[in-house]
């Protein structure tokens, strides 16, 4: 089982909070840091000093740090053009040495597009420009050097595109994707990613959208076993209940609804919930860190939790 950081910036957060997150994730031994890929933060935060790119952060952390991976969950696919998105995560990717994985979903948080002129398509139209993405963006990682890629689709097209750069991972970086969906989101899994998600989920609702996944390889003739399964989950560790209840109350959350529905609690209690995970098929956990200056939090994992499992 593995553990990765996950930070929420559009809560509030500067480049130099980031950056000292993601420095003691990298020497307390997580396998990444993860931020989310958001313009407008949400419930009663201010969101001070305002929003930050996703790929400009990565990419400042791709120099600033050295082993950790690095990625999102997940790049909103309205936000961005599939070219210049392909370009500036290959760009990132060799920026890190090969350290980046590429998170993206179809966007859903309609007020931060509205808030920064963005459009925002109905759900289903949401959904045909990611399969779109997802085939422009892997197509042009994967032409080789030399050749061109094109593409016809229904929102976009390209042609004689020389498919450069290549990012410095072989064939090209992890793909991420996830979320609730029924249908298509594991019909695009089966087709594109690495790595399939789960955020935020019970044990149970996590063993059903796995189970959906697996059987959409599998209709898909690949081995389910190929793909990596993780879920995301808020995390809120304590030695103490004292403990554990200041660190809900700096998130705005409160101890038992956390206990329920995330990681909760003491390290033993913690080790004993990520276990029930790891039954259902959970190999990653991304732990969802919301108060960013409580760096004894994320150390106290390191040393109490990661290595009893």
Same mark, same amino acid.
């Given at each position: 089982m593995e553990l990765r950081i996950f930070t929420e910036p559009q809560q509030g957060a500067s480049?130099?909070?980031?950056?000292?997150?993601?420095?003691?994730?990298?020497?307390?031994?997580?396998?990444?840091?993860?931020?989310?890929?958001?313009?407008?933060?949400?419930?009663?935060?201010?969101?001070?000093?305002?929003?930050?790119?996703?790929?400009?952060?990565? %990419? &400042?952390?791709?120099?600033?740090?050295? @082993?950790?991976?690095?990625?999102?969950?997940?790049? !909103?696919?309205?936000? $961005?053009? /599939?070219?210049?998105?392909?370009?500036?995560v290959a760009q990132v990717d060799r920026m890190s040495g090969g350290r980046v994985e590429f998170g993206i979903g179809s966007g859903w948080f309609e007020t931060e597009h509205t808030a920064y002129g963005i459009p925002f398509p109905p759900l289903r139209e949401r959904f045909d420009r990611l399969e779109e993405q997802l085939a422009i963006i892997t197509g042009l990682w994967d032409t080789p050097v030399?050749?061109?890629?094109?593409?016809?689709?229904?929102?976009?097209?390209?042609s004689d595109s020389p498919a450069l750069p290549k990012p410095a991972q072989?064939?090209?970086?992890?793909?991420?994707?996830?979320?609730?969906?029924?249908?298509?989101?594991?019909?695009?899994?089966?087709?594109?990613?690495?790595?399939?998600?789960?955020?935020? %989920? &019970?044990?149970?609702?996590?063993?059903? @959208?796995?189970?959906?996944?697996?059987?959409?390889? !599998?209709?898909?003739? $690949?081995? /389910?076993?190929?793909?990596?399964?993780?879920?995301?989950?808020?995390?809120?560790?304590?030695?103490?209940?004292?403990?554990?209840?200041?660190?809900?109350?700096?998130?705005g959350r409160e101890p038992d609804e956390l206990r329920a529905n995330g990681l909760a609690g003491s390290p033993a209690e913690i080790v004993e919930k990520i276990g029930r995970y790891a039954e259902v098929g959970t190999e990653r956990v991304y732990l969802q860190v919301l108060d960013l200056d409580d760096l004894a939090h994320i150390e106290l994992v390191a040393a109490e939790v990661a290595p009893q499992l």
């Amino acid at each position: 089982m593995e553990l990765r950081i996950f930070t929420e910036p559009q809560q509030g957060a500067s480049y130099d909070q980031l950056l000292a997150v993601a420095r003691l994730a990298e020497d307390a031994g997580y396998g990444a840091f993860f931020r989310s890929d958001h313009y407008m933060m949400m419930g009663d935060a201010d969101g001070l000093p305002g929003p930050t790119d996703a790929w400009v952060t990565l %990419a &400042g952390l791709a120099r600033d740090t050295s @082993r950790i991976r690095l990625g999102t969950l997940m790049t !909103a696919a309205t936000f $961005r053009l /599939p070219g210049p998105l392909a370009i500036a995560v290959a760009q990132v990717d060799r920026m890190s040495g090969g350290r980046v994985e590429f998170g993206i979903g179809s966007g859903w948080f309609e007020t931060e597009h509205t808030a920064y002129g963005i459009p925002f398509p109905p759900l289903r139209e949401r959904f045909d420009r990611l399969e779109e993405q997802l085939a422009i963006i892997t197509g042009l990682w994967d032409t080789p050097v030399g050749h061109t890629f094109d593409f016809s689709g229904k929102y976009y097209q390209l042609s004689d595109s020389p498919a450069l750069p290549k990012p410095a991972q072989s064939p090209r970086p992890p793909v991420l994707l996830g979320g609730h969906g029924a249908k298509r989101t594991p019909q695009l899994t089966a087709r594109y990613a690495d790595e399939f998600n789960v955020p935020f %989920a &019970g044990v149970d609702d996590t063993r059903t @959208r796995f189970e959906r996944v697996r059987a959409a390889c !599998a209709e898909g003739s $690949r081995d /389910p076993g190929s793909l990596r399964l993780s879920n995301a989950l808020v995390l809120c560790c304590g030695r103490t209940d004292e403990e554990v209840n200041r660190r809900a109350a700096a998130i705005g959350r409160e101890p038992d609804e956390l206990r329920a529905n995330g990681l909760a609690g003491s390290p033993a209690e913690i080790v004993e919930k990520i276990g029930r995970y790891a039954e259902v098929g959970t190999e990653r956990v991304y732990l969802q860190v919301l108060d960013l200056d409580d760096l004894a939090h994320i150390e106290l994992v390191a040393a109490e939790v990661a290595p009893q499992l």
